[in-house]
T-cell receptor
Framework: DTGVSQNPRHKITKRGQNVTFRCDPI?????LYWYRQTLGQGPEFLTY????????KSRLLSDRFSAERPKGSFSTLEIQRTEQGDSAMYLC??????????????FGEGSRLTVL | QKEVEQDPGPLSVPEGAIVSLNCTYS??????FMWYRQYSRKGPELLMY????GNKEDGRFTAQVDKSSKYISLFIRDSQPSDSATYLC????????FGSGTKLNVKP
């Protein structure tokens, strides 16, 4: 299976610690997205990359959050000085950019963060 | 106002029923719409996508877009307990935007 892969699947951490999530997209996909999802809500956009370039960041993304996609392959999402409000499912997704408003988005299984 | 609105449910139906799930959107420029299914503690999976107006059918599922009323629908025929999940509508306009999801429970 060559779908989107995320690690770790679940992370429990204490408030104030740093955490990092990794996403490996579908290999031929040039776009990679990070979303956050809390219980009873749909995925909320955080940021996305086209190849290695980070094209947009949501205003939801505070300075404690940083994402990278070196060489346009895998991506990491780091959260520094975690807070209890960061507890959520962090979803990675990828797509092949075929133009302005097309393309299907494929998700990984998510990385669930619990901040104690 | 959110750009796409979706009734959160939950919606509970007996097995075999026809299910109708709906979303409304605000921007008439949107043309590319999707439906995702999400099982508990899993990532969303793409179910169907449609472009502009009209219907698209795939097995027991039909997606419909009514651009005049800015309304998108997903119909499930002969619903099964395995269809019990949260259904998310979405559209693509530079990036992908999602509704809050409708939780569906199909009772055996």
């Amino acid at each position: 299976d060559t779908g989107v892969s995320q690690n770790p699947r679940h992370k429990i951490t204490k408030r104030g610690q740093n955490v990092t999530f990794r996403c490996d997209p579908i290999s031929e996909h040039n776009r990679l997205y990070w979303y956050r999802q809390t219980l009873g809500q749909g995925p909320e956009f955080l940021t996305y990359f086209q190849n290695e370039a980070q094209l947009e960041k949501s205003r939801l993304l505070s300075d404690r959050f940083s994402a990278e996609r070196p060489k346009g392959s895998f991506s990491t999402l780091e959260i520094q000085r975690t807070e209890q409000g960061d507890s959520a499912m962090y979803l990675c997704a990828s797509s092949r950019d075929r133009g302005m408003n097309t393309g299907e988005l494929f998700f990984g299984e998510g990385s669930r963060l619990t901040v104690l | 106002q959110k750009e796409v609105e979706q009734d959160p449910g939950p919606l509970s139906v007996p097995e075999g029923a026809i299910v109708s799930l709906n979303c409304t959107y605000s921007n008439s420029a949107f043309q590319y719409f999707m439906w995702y299914r999400q099982y508990s503690r899993k990532g969303p999976e793409l179910l169907m996508y449609t472009y502009s107006s009209g219907n698209k059918e795939d097995g027991r599922f039909t997606a419909q877009v009514d651009k005049s009323s800015k309304y998108i629908s997903l119909f499930i025929r002969d619903s099964q307990p395995s269809d019990s999940a949260t259904y998310l509508c979405a559209y693509n306009f530079n990036k992908f935007y999602f509704g809050s999801g409708t939780k569906l429970n199909v009772k055996p």
